[in-house]
């Protein structure tokens, strides 16, 4: 990894940022803010001890993207503790996916993280029924174009996205968790009839440890763009980390469950990605159950695409790439939440903009 | 080293090449920029800015060029670069300069939550800082122009940052005048050196004027604030203080705010802070003499 | 709920809604009601809130239970308290 950024340098052994210079710190910064990992930066470096090793200027920036990941992790549990009641009359029981879910569980993954909308996972017999009673409470649909919401509501795993009114913050409500044009058909009853409930919010739930790993490969390597790529790596890395410690069966485990949700292939190179790029530590024997009868995987050619993509885009990575949606996700208007006529005075800050709005105009 | 200790082609070079970095107090921003408009509106409002190496911290890296896709042959256009992405749509190209002004204030205000950010301008006499908290159009740069040409120090007409131990933090760069005010800062002070006069931009006509080289050269001490005011330019009006409720000065202030909502429970208090240990008024003008010397007297009954 | 944050400025009072962080100007009375029910540390019926204020805040116009019920009102839909079963 001759040509790994600093970034990624930084998150596989945060200790070699204790010599760095300024121009490394410099740099280190400006792509973990392009990553939106800046504030995940700030934990990792204060977990290890190293924060006060870094130069008053660089601790700046930290700072400022700490204050704002505690803002955002309010906001998120409020809007948690919003959603959840007003699923709440239909008896469905949401589970939470992803940052929500690492968030309100106190993962370590949960820690400085920066968030765009919250999903929730619900039975396709009652989407209907929490797409009600969610616009009961404020909850609108966005994308209103009929061919964007027959595509939606046809192929994909999710409904548009949902806007509430007055917060701004936006739901994805999925019952699925890849598009029925995939390759791969996860069985999602499978997953909900498997889902925890969180301690201290009884009608939450969260995906089963090892389906929450699977959940974060597939999200890794089946998004249509790889904006997050960066992001998705260090959590699959963290999951990881987190639930095979101390846990001689897991590597057996998850490579089962990898095939009852005909994720196997997904999964296979997902740990091979997170190894090579994050050195996950990963059982010598936890790919060998995949590897019988399957056919050979494709080696060189998707190893040098996936993990181009999966660094962070940025000018000064050297295996940066161009991608067609570039998101300054932190700054969304609804996460800063400015007096409206503050909003107006940047400009048209297309940051601000809505998504859908995005996707409308050229 | 400044600026101004930049030769015409050494300017130019910088700005094509590795970029510039400047230092506008405790924020440095590294611009780059082949557009002529920018080199000469940087040599020209902050020629007294101090100019770091190529090695040192560079806060924000922001760009201003035209923008790299096809419609750059169906009418010239810029925009502003954000480590190379892109939070704004393209302006008309003469806006050059003006756009990189306010992409600055979006790259502070926007990302150092470090502080507590206010759309005010703020400017200090005496170690006494006055803050001008309004909505645009309320003449505050106006006011901030006129004060300064009569002593005031700048610490900045369009972001005042309040640090966690609640003094001002300096930012000091072009002041930017609108419409009808920038004849009025000519008139009024002779000595103001202000660029060319943009027309049709989303606030009007803008043009900008050089802070004063002291105000730039105590970039770095922050300061102390003392006085709240609310400013109203209203036609006719004899300038008048009116004494301003703390409460009601606070609710304006979280108004204003940029952050306010990310800062939580701190927010609140370190406003509150401040209100507490300031004078409040309401101030209402017409001539910028007369607002001078109000402020001038209002200054010295601080003590 | 949890007690919202509160200052005293100039004798009127400000408050921030801890959870949604909404922030507010209360009038005087509206205000020497919420910090009544903040520091009495249960619920209080209307009758009772007039009462103490009749006792502890007199002002030169009593303040009338309509009045009361109608601020009590105004502070639940900010959101600043709640009504409890009697």
Redesign the interface.
Known sequence: MNHASMLLRAFRDITVTRGWSLTQWETLIRQARRADVLASLAVRLREYGVLESAPPEARAHLDAATILAQAQERDIRREVLEITAAVEPTGVRPVLLKGAAYLMTGLPVGRGRLFADVDILVPHEHLADVEAALMLRGWVTTHHNAYDQRYYRRWMHELPPMRHLVRQTVLDVHHGILPLTARFRPNPALLLAAALPVTDHGDLRVLAPIDMILHSATHLLCNEEFSHGFRDLLDLDGLTRHFSAGEPQFWTRIARRAVELDLQRVWYYAMRYCARMLGTPIAPDATTFLDRGEPPLIGGMMDALFTRALEVDHPLAANAFSSAARRLLYLRGHWLRMPAHLLAYHLTVKAFRREEEEHASP | MIVADLAGDALHDALKGPGMRVRTGSVVVCVRSSLPQIAAGLALHYANHALEPDDAFADFHVAVDPPTSMRRWLRPQVQFYFDGQVPFRPLPLDQAFPMLEWGLNWCVSAHCHQYLALHAAVVERDGRALLLPAPPGSGKSTLCAGLIARGWRLLSDELALIDASGMLVPMPRPVSLKNASIDVIRRFDERAMIGPVIHDTIKGSVAHMTPPAESVRRAMMRAAPALIVLPRYRAGAAATLVPLGKAQAFMELVRNAFNYHIHGESGFELLADLVQRCRCYEFEYQDLDEAAQVFNRLAGASA | MPVP?R?V??????V?D????A?H?LSQVSGTILVLLIESESSMRAADIAHVLGVTAPTDEPVTLSEIDRILLELERIGLVARVPA
């Open positions: 944050q200052r400025l100039d004798g009127e009072l400000v921030r801890r959870s949604s962080g922030t100007l």
